[in-house]
Structure formats: C-alpha cells, structure tokens
C-alpha cells in the first residue's frame, strides 16, 4: 500500500543528498517530473492526480470506486441522497446533473458488473 509520508521523506533524502547538484531540479530529473512538483510534494501534503506524474513517482496508478448499495443512514455527512430511476438504490451525487446511480451510468464509460 502506498505510503504518503514515505515518498516525502524519500524526496527529502534525495534532496539532502543532490542539494549540491542542482537541488529540486536534481531531484526532478531523477524522476522525470518536474521540479515544482517534486518541491509540493515534499514540502506540502499534495498528492498528484495525473496518472503520468503518479506512475513516475511509483504511486497507484489508479484508484477503485465501489458503489456502496444500500440506503444512506441518517447522520452520514452527505448534502443529499438520490434514488436511481433506473434500478431503484440510493446514490449520492457528485454533481447536480447526474439522476443516475453510477452502476447504471459508470463515470466516464467503465462498465461495473455488480448487478
């Protein structure tokens, strides 16, 4: 499993240890990315979302979504739940327009097969 702080503390050593070489760009350049984002990683608690820049820096290259099935309970830290008019579960919505669970309309164009 990816470790957060891990990959900080091993841009920090790389950086102690290049500092006089070139210092972030040393850095940068051992990993092929660049070096502002080699920086804001290591300095700030960003995590990137490009799928190039996270595959360079031996991140997860993408992440799992599952549909939770099932009423939302009451106290959840939700705005609001909807019902599919397709298969009838509950969903939150990520954005106003959807009135679709993500089973019935997958984001971006996955297919799930959970029904």
């Given amino acids: 499993m990816f470790d957060a702080l891990k990959l900080k ?3 920090l050593d790389d950086y102690s ?7 972030w760009q040393a850095v940068a350049d051992l990993y092929g990315v660049g070096k502002t984002m ?3 990683i290591a300095n700030t608690d960003y995590i990137p979302k ?21 009423e939302i309970l009451n106290g959840s830290a ?10 009838g579960n509950f ?5 106003g327009k959807r009135r679709k669970c993500y ?13």
């Fill in 9 to 11: 503390n091993t841009l």
């Fill in 17 to 23: 240890k290049l500092k006089h070489l070139g210092g």
């Fill in 38 to 40: 080699v920086w804001r």
């Fill in 50 to 70: 490009d799928q190039t820049i996270r595959k360079k820096l031996g991140l997860p290259v993408s992440a799992q979504v599952f549909p939770v099935m099932g």
């Fill in 78 to 87: 939700a705005p609001a739940s909807r019902i599919c008019p397709h298969c």
């Fill in 91 to 95: 969903f939150i919505p990520n954005a």
């Fill in 103 to 115: 089973v019935c309309v997958p984001y971006r164009d996955r297919k799930l097969d959970l029904l």
